[in-house]
């Protein structure tokens, strides 16, 4: 079992920024993906940014140039600073974690952190 836990979200003003933390615990394995997606008001659960533990990254092309993600292995910690946000990305950022438990390759997501871009 693998828990995600997620901070970082609020209201933001056009232009602003926030950076999102997600920390994971509990059965870990050192070779995992780490990283956020974005739903707005809708079915529909889009890509934001990943990263693996050896540090490939796989980013959204609505955000490139305006968010980065990062981690720390150490913490098993992956960040999104998130710059020059516009209201498009509004939308609640789940954090999601691929990786194998016991051998069984597992994929979990966070609860979700509200991210609102409004004047």
């Known amino acids: 079992q693998v828990q995600l836990v997620e901070s970082g979200g609020g209201l933001v003003q056009p232009g602003g920024s926030l950076r999102l933390s997600c920390a994971a615990s509990g059965s870990i394995s050192n070779d995992n993906v780490m990283g956020w997606y974005r739903q707005a008001p809708g079915p529909q659960r889009e890509l934001v940014a990943t990263?693996?533990?050896?540090?490939?990254?796989n980013v959204a092309d609505s955000v490139k140039g305006r968010f980065t993600i990062s981690r720390d292995n150490a913490k098993s910690t992956v960040y999104l600073q998130m710059n020059s946000l516009k209201p498009e990305d509004t939308a609640v950022y789940y954090c999601?974690?691929?990786?194998?438990?016991?051998?069984?390759?597992?994929?979990?997501w966070g609860q979700g952190t509200q991210v609102t871009v409004s004047s």
């Open positions: 999601k974690w691929i990786g194998e438990v016991y051998k069984i390759r597992r994929q979990y």
């Open positions: 990263m693996t533990s050896g540090g490939n990254t």
